[in-house]
C-alpha cells in the first residue's frame, strides 16, 4: 500500500471518529478520539494538526468540530463504511468479519464497485 493511500486512510479514519462522537456526545475531545481509535494522544495530536490545515477540523481550544466540509467527507466514508458492511453481511460473511473488513475496504473501494453494492441493496 503506498504512503499516499495510507494517508488518506488515516485522515478517513479520524475523521469518521471524530463524526462518530459527535453524534453520541456534545463535545469532543483529542482523548475520546485517542481512546475510540487506541491511538496516542500524539498521534490524534499530529493527525488534528493535518486536519485543521486542510480545513476539516477546527478547534476552540480544547473541543474538536467538523467542519461542513469535514463533515461532508466523514459522512461519506461513513456511508461507504455502512454499505460495504452491510453488503457484506447480505453475502453471509459474518458481521465481526464484515465490520473489520468494512474498515479496510471503505478507503479502497471504487465509486464503480461501491454503486453496485449501494444499488443491490436498495433492491
Sequence with gaps: ????????QSSEDYLESVLMLS?????VHRIDVAKRMNVSQAAVNKAVKILVEKGYIYEDGKHLYLSEEGKRYAEA?????C?????????????AAAE?????ME???SEETFTMMKTTLNK
Design 107 to 109: 478507503h479502497l473501494i
Design 23 to 27: 453524534r453520541q456526545q456534545e463535545v
Design 83 to 95: 454499505i460495504i458492511r452491510d453488503y457484506l453481511i447480505s453475502c453471509g460473511v459474518s458481521a
Design 1 to 8: 500500500m503506498s504512503t499516499h493511500v495510507k494517508h488518506n
Design 100 to 104: 473489520e473488513d468494512a474498515c479496510n
Design 77 to 81: 466514508v461513513y456511508e461507504k463504511h
